[in-house]
C-alpha cells in the first residue's frame, strides 16, 4: 500500500446509512478512529435523519439531501470546534442516523386483565391485545433521552417501556368511554384514535409519537363468554318444544333419505311417533274456562239444634224449624236442648238464645187446688 492510498483510508469521504433491517431506529456511524475530511460527502435519505454529536454534545443535525461538510453548513460544530473561516483540517465526530419513517411492527396486550364496572354485567375483568406504530419526530431529543451511545437502538429496546405506557392508559381509556362492555367492539376505533393523541403526548419529552393505535380485540373471562354463549343459544332456540319438533322432523326426514339403515328407520319411528304424540298432545289441550264473574258471597252457616223428645234425640234443627217445634208444643221450655259449642244438654229455657221463640208461648197453667 503507497503512502497516499493509507492516507486516504484515514480519512472518510462519505458518510451514508443504507439500512437492511427493520427493526433499527438508531444505528451509528462506525468511524473508529478515522478522521472526517472537510468537504467530505453526506447522504442523508429520505426517511432519515443525521445528528452530529461532539464530545457528547449534540450539535447539527441534517434532514434528507446530500451535504459537503463545509463549516458553513455546520454552525454548531463550527462553534463548539472554535473553527475559524476557511478551516480545512480532518476532524472527529460522531454521526448517529435516525431512521424517522413509521415502525408498524409493535405489539402490545395486557398481560393481566383490566378491571371495569360494566352497567350489564357488573364487576368485569378485560383483556385486549393489539398493534401500533412509532415515529421519531425530534431525533435530538430521542438521542438525549432514550438513546445515549448505543451504536444501535432498536425497537425490541423500547417496546416493553412502550407496553406499559399503554397498559397503564388503556384502564382510564375503557373506563372514561363509558361504553357497556358487549358494545365496545363498535368503538375500538374511536378509543384506538383516543389512545394514539394520549400516548403520542405522553411521549413528547421522548423525541417520538404514536401515529396508529389500533385495537385488534378485546374480550371478556371465558367463563363470561360461556355464559352469554348459552344465552344467545337459548335466544335462538326460542320456543323449545317448537325446536324439538323441528329437530324430530328433521331426524325423520334424514331417516327416511336413508332407507338401508334399520337403526336409523326404527330411530326416525320413535321421533316421529314422539313428535306427533307432542303434536296431539298439542290440539287436545282444552281450552280453559274464562273464570267466573264476580257475585255475592255464600249465607252463613246457621246453627243446628239437637231436641230431646219423649227421650229421642230429634233434629238437627235451624233456629226457624226449631221455632215450629216450640210453637207445635213438641219442644218446651223444659226440653232438653243441644248445639256444637255447648257443654252439655241444658233445658231450652234457661238458653238465652231460644228466649225469643219462648216469648209468645205461654208457660203451662198453675196446678188446680
Do not use: C
Given at each position: ?189 374511536v378509543i384506538g384514535q383516543k389512545l394514539a393523541g394520549v400516548l403520542t403526548q405522553e411521549l413528547t419529552g421522548y423525541g417520538v409519537q404514536i401515529p ?83 257475585g255475592p258471597p255464600p249465607l252463613p252457616q246457621q246453627d243446628q239444634w239437637f231436641a230431646g223428645v219423649n227421650g229421642q234425640q230429634a233434629g238437627p ?20 236442648v243441644w248445639k256444637n259449642g255447648m257443654a252439655q244438654w241444658t233445658p231450652a229455657g234457661q238458653v238465652a238464645e231460644l228466649g225469643a221463640l219462648f ?11
Open positions: 500500500m503507497g503512502l497516499v492510498e493509507k492516507l486516504r483510508g484515514e480519512f472518510i469521504d462519505i458518510i451514508e446509512w443504507l439500512d437492511d433491517s427493520r427493526d433499527t431506529i438508531v444505528w451509528r456511524f462506525p468511524r473508529y478512529q478515522n478522521e472526517i475530511k472537510m468537504g467530505a460527502k453526506l447522504i442523508v435519505r429520505e426517511s432519515q435523519t443525521a445528528v452530529f454529536v461532539n464530545e457528547g454534545q449534540v450539535a447539527d443535525v441534517f434532514t434528507p439531501g446530500t451535504y459537503t461538510l463545509q463549516t458553513q453548513n455546520m454552525p454548531i460544530l463550527t462553534t463548539l470546534k472554535g473553527w475559524k473561516y476557511g478551516f480545512d483540517s480532518p476532524w472527529k465526530a460522531e454521526v448517529y442516523f435516525v431512521n424517522t419513517r413509521q415502525f408498524t411492527d409493535f405489539k402490545w396486550g395486557t398481560q393481566n386483565p383490566v378491571m371495569m364496572r360494566d352497567p350489564e354485567f357488573g364487576m368485569v375483568r378485560l383483556r385486549a391485545f393489539g398493534a401500533y406504530s412509532l415515529r421519531v419526530v425530534d431525533p435530538a431529543m430521542l438521542l438525549r433521552e432514550l438513546v445515549g451511545t448505543d451504536p444501535q437502538f432498536r425497537t425490541e429496546e423500547v417496546q416493553e417501556f412502550l407496553r406499559q405506557l399503554i397498559v397503564g392508559h388503556l384502564g382510564s381509556a375503557l373506563a372514561t368511554a363509558q361504553v357497556p362492555a358487549l358494545d365496545l367492539a363498535a368503538q375500538q376505533l396508529k393505535f389500533i385495537i385488534e380485540n378485546i374480550s371478556l373471562p371465558p367463563e363470561v363468554e360461556q355464559a352469554i354463549d348459552k344465552r344467545t343459544s337459548m335466544g335462538v332456540v326460542g320456543n323449545l318444544n317448537a325446536y324439538t319438533t323441528f329437530q324430530a322432523a328433521n331426524a325423520m326426514e334424514d331417516a327416511a333419505n336413508n332407507p338401508g339403515g334399520g337403526a336409523g328407520e326404527g330411530f326416525g319411528l320413535g321421533l316421529g311417533m314422539a313428535a306427533g304424540q307432542r303434536m296431539a298432545n298439542a290440539l287436545n289441550q282444552p281450552v280453559s274456562a274464562p273464570p267466573p264473574q264476580a234443627f235451624d233456629l226457624d224449624a226449631l221455632g215450629a217445634q216450640v210453637r207445635s208444643g213438641a219442644v218446651a221450655r223444659t226440653t232438653l216469648a209468645a208461648v205461654p208457660p203451662p197453667l198453675p196446678p188446680q187446688g
